[in-house]
């Protein structure tokens, strides 16, 4: 009995760890993607004015 119940906490362990990493994940995704717009953005502005007609 108490070995089923031992089995059923790290089951629950390992349930909690995966949903740690998985937030974890997507923490970083959204971070990542954040960085991405910045720079994406930062490069278009760059190229407006490389390509402006600066007398």
Do not use: C, H, K
Not at 29 to 41: K, M, N, P, Q
């Amino acid at each position: 009995m108490t070995r089923w119940l031992g089995n059923g906490r790290r089951r629950g362990q390992a349930m909690v760890e995966a949903m740690v990493v998985a937030g974890i994940l997507l923490t970083v995704l959204v971070g990542l993607g954040f960085l991405v717009g910045a720079f994406l953005d930062n490069a278009y502005r760059g190229l407006v004015l490389i390509s402006s007609e600066y007398p």
